[in-house]
């Protein structure tokens, strides 16, 4: 049965403090807890609510009594106690048993570690507990385990005391002095050391910072604490925003269903957010270690000191937050560049990754049966939520009010959230409510953004009148329907827009009624469903720049022919647009070649599309980071979502072909890159280094693609000679992206030097994973993949493996996956319900890679609904799985 948002009731007991006793062991740990529950004068009488789930209940006094007769009520969520008092005091004592919770919620082990994780609601598989976000309490925690095993021990906010106990046991006591949710309760106990590091913040307080890791991986976590030193100065910078705690703490766990968490002041991270070293990590390992400490960090102001009523204000911090860590990577890759327009090409380059990840990730979700607003209105599973809708189109919206409101009056609007709502459980109402008052602007319109489903279609038009020497451009807008909401209305859309003279320069735009030209990009606000705008003073027909920045998260339409698209491509002064240009131009390229192939006609490459394609390939004036971007091709995610049907054969064909004739037609000009782009010296991660690499390593992709024997001898001698981990998997990746019989040394090479490496390792599973078949008699990659399972290092029960090797052919090899037998798709009900008896969260992630099955040809969904019925019958299945399933069949 779903949870409605409408049904909202306020609890009517909440809870003051919570002091809680772990006396850990694998088998039975016990759990005391006292709880110090007040009536709260705001809601209706009832009664005491307690959730818990699987757990053992020892005992439980209420004021140091045994319950009275039927005061105590069993409900299928827990627990419910008739009390009369204003305030009582509950004692309860539970057992449970870590070592048997394969789920990963709640407190469980790893690599004999105690580990939790509450988020959503994992508290109450500890304990009895009013366990939602509205319920604030001030925690204190008592932990005893065996000292030899776990000789650190861990919890929110500051350390008390530590102590020896008989039995070889130690125990330690730590205090949060701050109200909190039950999601934000963390615990550690485990065999680790600490990276330390001791800073003042900006008024002068001392803080330690701690990241604890394993000890064999202390020389991998120095990234990660330059990244949480940089996050803490760039909140105090930009928001004013000051850790409010003496300590804070990373720990990282290799069994981790998501990123990370934002506990209070002990932050839990998937090792594979925390650890980057060259030898081990790749650029891009090191840009998102960078990123998850900034937002696990950032959470503590947006989330954490302010939090969520309820689940599904969940865009409120996830939203928020994400729209922080990207501004703060934006900074970041800025503050590295050495001219205004190399911070400006670095910029977007942040941003095309952000937008790509939207794309690729959350469009499909938006145009699929999972479909729901930024704030849901109802969910069967919370943790089926935490989705790219909640935080990546979350933060668009986020970056919307920035755009709409400018730098200032976004900051004022935070000032103002943080005034009025510090230490409370807030709705997305009170935050966008505080951005209008701030700012004394109407979001009233605003606010659908965040009731409403599907991603809007903006259709541009422009007409030029010479006469007039005028341009107006209409722009209209539509969003299609979506499970349970047929009409939509029209958005408040902010749509920044330039006009680019014939001579390739940007002209000044002047509105007509205005007195004299300004700034060559404006921001248009568009609310009604269509609305025209006047540029005055034109002298010849300008090429709209249109969605500059990806302004909205909408899908423009906006008819340009090919000549337009090159132009945007060599001129447009925004580079998100000229990525965009050729994006577009790239997909129709791509779009073409399938159909051709889906016909069975020869394919051919436009000329001009070479032309242009070069033009930016050969530019050494441009951020290489950016030219690769740029020549990249789009996800195949993304191209299936535009392909109409869906046909993942056909546009592997296209993809393979269009990047072999690319490899041939410039094979001269992507080796005279490659050479000229080698770096020396000893590896940093450095946005200009990281770019070079980029590049070279997608020229040298490119080169694979076409093969021959130059091809297959740089790619090797790179694997053989890289000094860091991105030229050495670039070069792998290459080799594997090809047919050359070379890959299959390379991949045993690699696997022998990293058996021991469980992160490097996820890449060596990925990687074989999202291979393409280059030639016919290609070894299928589904049996690759089922042998791979058989690795010693292979684990269904740990998260990065499966969603390296398992998820990497579900999600990101299309043509493979959906192969015309359906192996691939009798391998994924059976993997989803093997997964799902033990995790349901990550069964429930694989379950999603079907869920957009209706976009393809009928006869690709005769073979997939087969599937998904049998998931569907599958015995025990969980409440995660079950929603995705029922969703995708309704
Ligand atoms: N709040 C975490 C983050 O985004 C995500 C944790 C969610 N975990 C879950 N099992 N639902 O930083
Ligand atoms: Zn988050």
Redesign the pocket.
């Known amino acids: 049965t779903p949870v409605r948002r409408e049904a909202y009731q306020p609890l009517a007991y909440g809870v003051e403090t919570v002091d809680l006793d772990f006396l850990l062991d694998p088998k039975a740990t016990q759990v005391s807890s006292r709880l110090v529950c007040v009536r709260n004068p705001d809601a209706p009488a009832g009664p005491i609510v307690l959730f818990g789930e699987g757990l053992e209940l020892l005992s439980l006094h209420i004021d140091g009594a045994e319950p009275a007769a039927g005061q105590l009520r069993k409900t299928d969520s827990g627990l419910e106690l008739d009390v009369s008092a204003e305030r009582v005091v509950l004692d309860i004592v539970t057992r449970i048993d870590p070592s048997a919770n394969l789920t990963l919620?709640g407190l469980y082990q790893s690599r004999g570690g105690y580990y939790t994780?509450c988020?959503?609601e994992g508290f109450r598989s500890i304990t009895y507990f009013p366990d939602r976000p509205d319920i604030m309490a001030r925690y204190t925690v008592r932990l005893e385990a065996d000292a030899a095993a776990c000789p650190v021990l861990l919890s929110n906010g500051n350390l008390l005391e530590t102590g020896n106990l008989p039995n070889g046991r130690h125990f330690a006591r730590w205090e949060d002095p701050f109200p909190k949710p039950s999601y934000l309760f963390a615990l550690v106990a485990a065999d680790l050391k600490a990276l330390e590091r001791k800073v003042d913040t900006a008024s002068g307080r001392e803080v330690l910072l701690q990241v604890w890791v394993e000890e064999r991986d202390l020389d991998r976590v120095g990234h990660a604490m330059d990244s949480l030193i940089h996050s803490m100065r760039w909140d105090e910078e930009v928001f004013g925003l000051e850790l409010d705690l003496d300590r804070f703490m990373i720990v990282a766990v290799s069994d981790f269903?998501?990123?990370?968490?934002?506990n209070k002041g002990l932050n839990i991270f998937n090792t594979k957010y925390v650890l980057a070293n060259p030898e081990t990590g790749t650029d891009l390992d090191f840009e998102n270690v960078e990123s998850v400490v900034a937002?696990?960090y950032f959470?503590n102001w947006t989330g954490n000191r302010v939090t969520c009523r309820d689940w599904f204000q969940l865009t409120l911090k996830?939203g928020l937050t994400v729209f922080r860590d990207q501004q703060f990577t934006a900074d970041m890759m800025a503050r590295a560049s050495d001219s205004p327009d190399a911070a400006a090409s670095a910029r977007a380059v942040t941003r095309i990754a952000n937008v790509r990840g939207l794309r690729g990730g959350q469009f499909p979700e938006d145009a699929g049966p999972m479909a729901h607003p930024i704030r849901p209105d109802s969910y069967q599973e919370i943790?089926n939520f935490?989705t790219a809708t909640v935080y990546q189109k979350g933060a668009e919206v986020i970056r919307m009010l920035h755009t709409l409101l400018g730098r200032e009056g976004f900051r004022n609007g935070m000032d103002l959230y943080f005034s009025y709502h510090d230490g409370q459980a807030v709705t997305c109402d009170d935050f966008v409510g505080c951005m209008a008052e701030a700012n004394g602007a109407d979001l009233d319109r605003f606010m659908r953004w965040y009731s409403q489903a599907g991603t809007p279609r903006l259709k541009a038009e422009g007409v030029y009148d010479p006469a007039g020497r005028s341009y107006s451009l209409t722009l209209s807008q539509s969003t299609p329907a979506t499970p349970g909401q047929a009409d939509k209305l029209p958005l408040h859309i902010p749509v920044a827009v330039g006009l680019i003279g014939a001579d390739g320069v940007d002209l000044p735009l002047q509105l007509e009624g205005e007195a004299h030209a300004g700034d060559s990009t404006r921001v248009l606000e568009l609310k009604d469903a269509s609305q025209t705008w006047r540029f005055t003073g034109i002298d010849a027909e300008p090429v709209p720049s249109l969605l500059r920045g990806y302004s909205a998260p909408v899908i423009l339409d906006v008819v340009e022919d090919d000549a337009r698209l090159a132009f945007r491509m060599a001129h447009d002064s925004d580079p998100f647009n000229r990525w965009d240009a050729a994006q577009r131009y790239m997909e129709r390229v791509a779009l073409a070649l399938a159909a051709e192939a889906a016909a069975g006609r020869p394919m051919e490459v436009p000329q001009a599309f070479g032309h242009a394609f070069r033009a930016l390939l050969v530019n050494a004036s441009l951020d290489p980071a950016f030219v690769a971007e740029t020549l990249a091709l789009p996800s195949e995610a993304y191209l299936l979502e535009r392909m109409q049907p869906a046909d993942p054969a056909p546009l592997r064909a296209a993809l393979i072909h269009l990047s072999r004739e690319l490899g041939q037609a410039l094979q001269g000009d992507f080796l005279a890159r490659y050479m000229d782009l080698e770096v020396d010296g000893e590896y940093r991660y450095h946005p200009a280094d990281a770019g070079k690499r980029a590049l070279r390593n997608l020229c040298l992709r490119y080169m694979m693609a076409w093969g021959g024997p130059t091809a297959v001898q740089l790619a090797s001698l790179q694997f053989k000679t890289a000094g860091n981990m991105t030229e050495r998997y670039g070069a792998l990746a290459a080799l594997v992206q090809s047919d050359a019989p070379e890959r299959l040394e390379a991949l045993e090479a690699f696997h022998e030097r990293y058996k021991d490496d469980a992160l490097v390792l996820d890449k060596w599973f990925l990687l074989q994973a999202c291979a393409w078949r280059w030639s016919a008699d290609a070894p299928a990659t589904l049996e690759r993949v089922r042998a791979l399972m058989d690795n010693p290092a292979f684990s269904l029960s740990n998260p990065n493996k499966v969603y390296s090797l398992l998820g990497g052919y579900f999600k990101a090899n299309a043509a493979e996956f959906h192969r015309e037998d359906g192996a691939g798709y009798a391998f994924w009900a059976e993997q989803v319900v093997a997964l799902d008896r033990n995790n349901p969260?990550v069964a429930s992630r694989m379950a999603r890679a079907l869920e957009g099955w209706r976009k393809f040809t009928p006869a690709i969904q005769a073979r997939i609904r087969v599937v998904l019925e049998q998931v569907a019958g599958a015995e025990g299945l969980s409440p995660d799985v079950t929603e995705i399933i029922g969703k995708a069949l309704a």
Do not use: D, F, I, V
Request: no cysteine.
């Open positions: 919620s994780q988020e959503a269903n998501m990123g990370a968490m934002e937002h696990e959470h996830e943790n935490y969260q």
